[in-house]
């Protein structure tokens, strides 16, 4: 199951006087990153590298910044991956120490920067929600509202008119069998509207 973090997690390393300061923190997308790199930038104008790796909405990044091609972005992007990690940027501020570390060395400091940031982050499963509406007559009220309870569900608005509509969202594993159950009691007096069928308010 894909995990986030919800806050930013840090780790510094000195290797043969090279540092390397590494920050794991929740991202929404790839514009929202570069901002965040170009802050880095502003707070560290002696750094000689500031490499990062994004996951998030489905938007990747692995930014080498200078350093060998391979050897810095790529590897975070890796250990953010094999944690199996969503909505999360990693970066790396290097300041060169004056002692080349080569490709292997590289690799190994720009991962365990990460992965020993990672240790201290408190991680999140992501649960994929479904929105849903349906409509039952006024004399269901009462066993859809306690359906969708059980169901821990999250019921965002009722709506009384000709009938009741209800708008709630659910964890998607749930969905399918809460939408039987009601099919079921409600003997097809229960209408299910598409959400992407509605109105939206302008």
Known sequence: MPQTINIAVHHELLIKKSRFIACVQPMTDRASAQKIVT?????????????????????????????PSGTAGRPMLDVLRHQ???????????????VKLGAGGLV???TDSVAQALLKAEKIPIIKQ???????????????????????????????????QFEFNLPDTAADALITRLNEAGHGRIVWTDPDDTPSAS
């Open 39 to 67: 802050a880095l930038w502003e707070q560290h104008p002696g750094a000689a590298h500031v490499c990062w790796a994004l996951l998030a909405g489905g938007q990747s990044a692995a930014v080498d910044d200078g350093e």
């Open 84 to 98: 199996d990690l969503e909505g999360v940027l990693a970066t790396v501020v290097r300041y060169f120490g004056g």
């Open 108 to 110: 190994r400091a720009y």
């Open 130 to 164: 479904r929105f849903l509406i349906c409509s039952a007559p006024y004399a269901m009220e009462g066993l859809v509202r306690r359906e969708i309870e059980m169901a821990d569900a999250e019921l965002n608005n009722v709506q009384h008119a000709n009938d009741v």
